[in-house]
């Protein structure tokens, strides 16, 4: 089973600096199958980045994502006030069919 | 637009069923796959199934095959989730979501609160 492990749990940030999220997994992702949600407070989650690195439907381009293999990073490039809730990257294994979550990151402000 | 709205949830004692509903409006349900996904009080996501857009094929988390049975009725729009032995720790917001060809959820419900409870 492919395991994601995400750090830092907790990032206290101020609004308007750059926040780096780190998502890596126990075996190598196809890039296809590497997605990114946010998280706020009594809220369900909201699709951010898929396949890596494409934005969703309306998600400012702040938010970007990279990576391969087995490390993946979401990177908002200047915190605002909204930004401030728990990301969590997500996997699609194929064999056995399976989704899987990381822990979580929590953004909160400094 | 696209709406998902799960019911069903409520307080049940350990051992016992219930029966999640997800009502799917603004696109057209019967072309998608979808699954399920619960959160536990302050924890974190943890995926339980998924249904390809027939119904015909359905796979589980591991944690939860033989106790949980996934399945949808096209002609009503709506998605469903049979849990049956439940125990405390099935504890959790239940999230239907829609699930896209390349494995990412790209639509939520709101949720629906079970607690598993005595």
């Known amino acids: 089973e492919s395991v994601l492990t995400q750090s830092p749990g907790t990032l206290s940030l101020s609004p308007g600096e750059r926040a780096t999220l780190s998502c890596r997994a126990s075996?190598?992702?196809?890039?296809?199958?590497l997605a990114w949600y946010q998280q706020k407070p009594g809220q369900a989650p909201r699709l951010l980045i898929y396949?890596?690195?494409s934005r969703a439907t309306g998600i400012p381009d702040r938010f970007s994502g990279s990576g391969s293999g087995t490390d993946f990073t979401l990177t908002i490039s200047r915190l605002e006030p909204e930004d401030f809730a728990v990301y969590y990257c997500q996997q699609y294994v194929i064999s056995p069919p399976a989704l899987t979550f990381g822990g979580g990151t929590k953004v909160e402000i400094k | 637009q696209v709406q998902l709205v799960e019911s069903g949830g409520d307080l049940v004692k350990p051992g016992g069923s219930l029966r999640l509903s997800c009502a799917a409006s603004?696109?057209?349900?019967?072309?998608?796959?979808m699954s399920w996904i619960r959160q536990a009080p302050g924890k974190g996501l943890e995926w339980i199934s998924y249904i390809d857009s027939y119904g015909n094929i359905i796979y589980y988390a591991d944690s939860m095959k033989g106790r949980f049975t996934m399945s949808r009725d096209n002609a009503r729009n709506s998605l469903y989730l049979q849990m049956n032995s439940l125990r405390a720790e099935d504890t959790a917001v239940y999230y239907c979501?829609?699930?896209?060809?390349?494995?990412?959820?790209?639509?939520w419900g709101q949720g629906t609160l079970v607690t598993v409870s005595s």
């Open positions: 396949a890596a690195s």
């Open positions: 603004g696109f057209i349900f019967s072309d998608d796959y």
């Open positions: 075996q190598s992702v196809n890039i296809n199958y």
């Open positions: 979501a829609r699930l896209g060809r390349s494995g990412y959820l790209n639509q």
